[in-house]
Every structure is written in structure tokens, then in C-alpha cells.
């Protein structure tokens, strides 16, 4: 290859890893992040609630509320999460674009593939049953990391903690264990689906999200050094 095809190429991979070219692709690569970890999360709690184990304390209360009103599963999730937003928002914290989307991809996603899994026994073993709420729970957490990589917006329980915790002076931390067990409570006293996997996940949900997002993180910053890498090189 002659020179000048070398310098024009160059100038093809420069003009892709700077200026607007490059903004496009971080924006596509956020909003890929956000729907691809959205997708993860409704699979995988729909793959606990197929287990029958038990969900997480909000996916409990969100059971009792379907239980309740018969609504289908998406309009069961949408009414409790964009409740959720809501206070949030009358509490003071304005709820981000993703936050108002993840739902709209969460909801869908659960009724579907639990529709599928329902065409399928669930473990009958309890052992098989821990290893594919553990698995399930590790999935949420990377789902999640990847939509907190993403920046588009906090989710429903995030940002009703972080509202609360501002106007009651309390640590976020503290806010939220009140609130799953709220949600934990009012779950089962209207019905909603609880068991072994419930303590599961209380347990573990908090290192999974950290975990998953910490995997998330790195795999971007690995991407980022090996586009500039690339870009140096031509």
C-alpha cells in the first residue's frame, strides 16, 4: 500500500477516535449499556420468580400487587416502579431519563420470558434451585452495573432512598434497608410470593450490584484503551 493510502487511512481512524464521530459512539455505547442491562434484569428476576424460591422484597410486593388487582406482570412492575418515581420526584429527586425507561424495557422483558420459562418444570431439587437463584442474582448485578456504567438516570429504588435520605437526614444506606423491608412486609401481608430465595437476595443483592458494576467498569475502560491504542497506532 502506497503512502498516501497509510496517511489516508490515518486520517480515517483519527477523524473516528476524536471529534463528534467519537461522541456519537460513547452516547451509542451508554444507551446499548442501558437497554442491554435492562434486558439482563428482567430475564434474570424472571428467572427467580420461575423458580419459585422467592424474589427480592420489592419483586414480593410486586407479586402481591399482581395477585391483587390481576393485572399482567408488565402492568404489575410499571404501576409499583413508576409509583416509586414518583415520590421520588415529590420528594425532591427528579427522576433521570433512564430511570423512567428501565421499567418500560424491564416489565415487558419479565412477562415474556417468564412465559416462556412457565412452559418449563422449575427445579425440582433445592440445591439446583439455590444455584439458579445465585446465578439469577448475579445476572440482576451485572444488569445493574451496566445501567449504572450507563449514566442515563438512577433507578426506582435508588432514587426514592437518596430522597428520603435527604429529607430525613439518614444515611441512604439505612434508608433503603427500611424500605426493602417495607416492601418485604407489605408484600406479605397482601399475598405476595416469599420464601428461601427472598433472604437469598437481601443478602446478596447489594455485592452483586458492586460486583457488576465493578466488572461493567472495567470492561469500558479496557474498550477506551484499546480504541485510543488502536488510534495511536494508525
Do not use: C, K
Not at 444455584?131 to 449504572?148: D, E, H, N, P, S
Not at 433503603?176 to 418485604?184: H, I
Amino acid at each position: 500500500m502506497s503512502s498516501r493510502a497509510w496517511s489516508r487511512a490515518g486520517a480515517v481512524a483519527q477523524v473516528l477516535a476524536t471529534g463528534t464521530p467519537r461522541r456519537i459512539m460513547a452516547r451509542t455505547s451508554r444507551f446499548a449499556l442501558f437497554a442491554g442491562g435492562s434486558v439482563l434484569i428482567g430475564a434474570a428476576v424472571a428467572v427467580m420468580l420461575w423458580n419459585q424460591l422467592g424474589p427480592g422484597p420489592l419483586d414480593v410486593f410486586i407479586g402481591a400487587v399482581r395477585s391483587r388487582t390481576g393485572l399482567p406482570l408488565t402492568l404489575a412492575v410499571w404501576s409499583t416502579v413508576f409509583s416509586l418515581l414518583g415520590v421520588a420526584w415529590l420528594l425532591g429527586r427528579r427522576p433521570g431519563w433512564g430511570s423512567v425507561a428501565g421499567p418500560v424495557v424491564v416489565g415487558p422483558v419479565m412477562q415474556l420470558v417468564l412465559a416462556q420459562l412457565d412452559e418449563v418444570p422449575p427445579p425440582s431439587t433445592l440445591v439446583f434451585r439455590i444455584v439458579v437463584q445465585l446465578v439469577a442474582i448475579a445476572a440482576v448485578g451485572i444488569g445493574a452495573g451496566a445501567t449504572i456504567a450507563s449514566g442515563l438516570g438512577a433507578g426506582s429504588g435508588e432514587l426514592l432512598a437518596a430522597a428520603a435520605s435527604d429529607r430525613s437526614g439518614h444515611s441512604e444506606p439505612r434508608v433503603r434497608v427500611a424500605f426493602e423491608l417495607s416492601w418485604l412486609v407489605l408484600g406479605v401481608a397482601l399475598g405476595g410470593p416469599i420464601g428461601l430465595g427472598t433472604v437469598i437476595v437481601a443478602l446478596s443483592i447489594g455485592p452483586a450490584v458492586a460486583s457488576g458494576y465493578r466488572l461493567v467498569d472495567a470492561a469500558m475502560a479496557h474498550s477506551r484503551r484499546q480504541l485510543s491504542l488502536a488510534a495511536v497506532r494508525v
